[in-house]
């Protein structure tokens, strides 16, 4: 069996420091063994509005956070899902970007990107108040489904959680472990994040990687925590309430499969 990493942390607007904390806790995940691991939504920047110039920097090869994902994934011999990014189209230098979720091979190499399909456009009963995540980002459309050392694995970001159709899709196109790097607020995540993580674990019978923001950025956003690695039947196999932290756990594809094979799931024939 091997082992899953997910990454909790408590990204701000410096993206030194957060690349910082992420390094630590990335090193402690592979010193424990860890083939995969996952970070956070946002882990390399919270709280900015210069997210157009910041992708622009990265695609043209200026910036700090692609280089240093290339790095860490070669020393630490690691698989990583790169949270979320803000990345302009593929082949362009500059527009409007993707909340990218980047997968990248112990090389450093890209294997898969996922832009997020479903953005944050909501009001919330806390001191942020509005969230419109299209103010700054378009919409993504691909569902993706990539190849790994420890599984077939489904791309998909916090917002995502909410639509259970991209979930299914994310099965029927073979996933067995699912990502979801997240900054769920701290409101909504106490109404809703246990309940939707262990659910989409559940009807996809897929390990759930979920890598969550968990604590205070500012004054006026708070993020719920709560990360978690969630297994094929819905078993909670570790979680972290809040602050940064690694969390570790086994994937056992032989008893993933004995778990759809004694309780199938998936339609043969889709209901008219």
């Not at 607020?185 to 968990?214: D, F, K, M, P, S």
């Not at 205070?216 to 972290?240: C, M």
Request: hydrophobic share 40%.
């Amino acid at each position: 069996m091997s082992q899953l990493a997910v990454i909790q942390m408590v990204s701000g607007t410096d993206v030194a420091a957060n690349l910082a904390q992420a390094e630590g806790l990335l090193r402690q995940a592979a010193e424990q063994g860890a083939k995969l691991a996952v970070l956070p939504e946002n882990f390399a920047c919270m709280g900015r509005r210069d997210l157009t110039a910041l992708a622009e920097l990265e695609a043209s090869g200026q910036g700090l956070v692609l280089p240093w994902l290339e790095h860490i994934c070669r020393e630490l011999d690691l698989w990583l899902v790169a949270g979320t990014l803000p990345l302009p189209p593929v082949g362009k230098l500059s527009g409007k970007p993707f909340a990218t979720s980047l997968l990248l091979d112990s090389d450093g190499e890209i294997v898969a990107r996922y832009q997020k399909i479903h953005l944050f456009d909501v009001d919330v009963a806390d001191s942020h108040g509005s969230y419109r995540e299209s103010d700054d980002y378009q919409h993504g459309s691909d569902v993706v489904v990539a190849d790994t050392p420890v599984g077939k694995l489904g791309l998909s970001v916090c917002y995502d959680l909410r639509f259970a159709e991209l979930y299914r899709a994310l099965r029927e196109a073979g996933a067995e472990l699912i990502s979801v790097p997240s900054a769920f607020t701290q409101v909504t995540g106490a109404a809703h994040w246990q309940v939707l993580t262990r659910a989409r674990a559940i009807e996809t019978q897929c390990y759930l990687l979920a890598a969550n923001q968990g604590g205070q950025h500012g004054e006026k956003r708070r993020t719920f925590g709560h990360s978690a690695i969630i297994d094929p039947w819905g078993q909670v196999l570790n979680e972290q309430a809040q602050g940064p932290g690694c969390l570790l756990a086994p994937v056992d594809l032989t008893e993933l499969a004995a778990i759809r094979q004694r309780m199938p799931v998936q339609q043969h024939r889709r209901l008219q």
